[in-house]
């Protein structure tokens, strides 16, 4: 997922959390979240870039390549509610640093990796520890300041995430350039090691708030469903088609989510997904347009640097700088969708955003290989950018006013599961369009383009026919 789509996203989501009482300045704890925090940015955002060059270096297979992706992908849409909780246990900032070292040690393994086997598990830990660090870094921010200089830090923790997350492809680029595939996960260890120091430093000691026991079974089933889901996608979209093996896994992963929809109604209150996330026809309508436009946003992503490398012949440093524009434009325009919204509703930025990420996909289908990066994939880019920009913001506020106060919190972190989830699923059904070279990989970029378009189209349809506008429907929440 795009990194400055999700600063926004969790900047948004922070301000349903309560301020520490009578904290006045918290300088240290934003410097140190925003050092930690940024390491899940810049590993997501330079990744996509570093691709080929993995492809080449390890002589991946598509499915392969399918995993580096979604190793990382499941591990946190999977558990990062579960991450949150245990920071509520445990001492947000033990959580925090753990996931820092954690990550570290991931991407030595991961910088060191002769094939799949080392590789892929790396990839999983890296997940695994953004899981931890992305709900506890940023609340350790808001409760580090009091009401009125809240709303401050978490605009410089965003912006300074857009700015690591623009940054990032391009730096990533140019080692590629002048080194190996190895370069993009070894950047992350200096930062790591910063992140440590400045959180072991400057981040006080927090006392346990919760004494509640962590739902680790729904997060078990929850990996479980996602994973046997992705590798019977991945295997179906690999001409293995509809294997026995196949069906066996759709089947499992069918199994595992009734065992957690059985689950989490037991536990009531005191589940991880509490059931009341599922009986509001808005809020799924909401869940639905996420899963199609992050899923379809998670391919742009993957397959623009991709096809611009091995379709088109740039280089590394050219394909890390060509989604600049959508950073610079995601970082000015969504900071004015609450005004917007506040005259229109929500419903029509949603819905124009996907429609104009729609057509940027679309625009992509007359790229030829004799196209530079001005002729041919700027226009398309900044389409998408600025669709994407619509839809971002009024996503993360329309989840927040769509519930209780009291699930606020609850909702919008399923949500950004249910987005990491859609990437993982839409990354899954790939296949074979991550091969070939030249006009292959062209077309194969062609074939990806117009799926992409017509998923956004179905977004902007879900969310016109299933979600009131809520212009109209304040006040009290989505029913």
Request: aromatic share 6%; glycine share 10%.
């Amino acid at each position: 997922m795009n990194g400055v789509a999700q600063a926004i996203r969790d900047a948004i989501d922070i301000q349903a959390e309560l301020p520490k009482p009578g904290a006045a300045s918290g300088t240290k704890e934003l410097a140190a979240s925003t050092v930690g925090s940024s390491l899940v940015f810049l590993s997501g955002s330079a990744i996509s870039v570093a691709l080929p060059a993995i492809r080449s270096g390890l002589r991946f297979s598509e499915a392969d390549i399918q995993w580096t992706l979604n190793a990382e992908l499941l591990p946190l849409a999977a558990i990062s509610m579960a991450g949150g909780a245990l920071g509520d246990r445990c001492g947000r900032r033990n959580v925090f640093l753990a996931g820092i070292a954690l990550f570290l040690f991931a991407s030595l393994l991961a910088g060191f990796a002769n094939d799949p086997a080392t590789l892929l598990p790396a990839r999983f830990l890296q997940g695994l520890a953004e899981a931890l660090i992305l709900p506890n870094g940023l609340t350790i921010v808001g409760q580090a300041y009091s009401l009125d200089r809240k709303s401050m830090a978490i605009g410089i923790w965003s912006a300074s995430i857009a700015v690591i997350s623009a940054v990032g492809p391009a730096i990533a680029g140019f080692l590629l350039d002048h080194f190996d595939w190895r370069a993009a996960f070894l950047i992350n260890v200096p930062l790591a090691a910063l992140g440590i120091l400045m959180t072991w430093a400057w981040i006080p000691r927090d006392p346990v708030r919760k004494r509640g026991s962590i739902d680790i079974g729904a997060a078990i089933l929850s990996a479980v469903a996602l994973g046997c889901l992705g590798w019977s996608l991945t295997e179906a979209s690999n001409r293995a088609g509809l294997s026995p093996a196949v069906i066996a896994g759709f089947a499992l992963c069918v199994v595992a989510l009734i065992l957690l929809l059985q689950l989490e109604r037991r536990l009531g209150e005191r589940a991880m997904l509490p059931s009341t996330l599922f009986g509001s026809r808005a809020l799924m309508g909401i869940n639905l347009y996420t899963a199609l436009l992050y899923g379809a946003f998670a391919v742009l992503l993957t397959m623009i640097p991709y096809t611009m490398i091995r379709g088109s012949g740039m280089s590394a440093s050219v394909a890390g700088i060509a989604f600049i524009p959508l950073q610079v434009l995601m970082a000015a325009i969504s900071p004015l969708a609450p005004v917007v919204c506040a005259r229109i509703g929500h419903r029509a930025p949603l819905s124009i955003g996907a429609v104009i990420t729609a057509a940027g996909c679309a625009l992509m289908l007359r790229i030829t290989p004799a196209m530079d990066y001005w002729q041919g994939y700027f226009p398309p880019i900044l389409l998408m950018s600025i669709g994407m920009s619509l839809a971002v913001a009024p996503l993360t506020t329309l989840v927040l006013t769509s519930v209780e106060d009291k699930y606020a919190g609850i909702a919008s972190g399923f949500n950004g599961a249910v987005s990491r989830a859609g990437s993982l699923v839409a990354i899954a059904s790939l296949g074979g369009l991550l091969s070939g070279v030249g006009e292959i990989s062209i077309a194969h970029m062609h074939t990806a383009m117009l799926w992409c378009a017509m998923v956004c189209l179905a977004s902007a349809a879900a969310i016109q026919l299933l979600v009131p506008n809520p212009l109209a429907a304040r006040p009290g929440p989505i029913t």
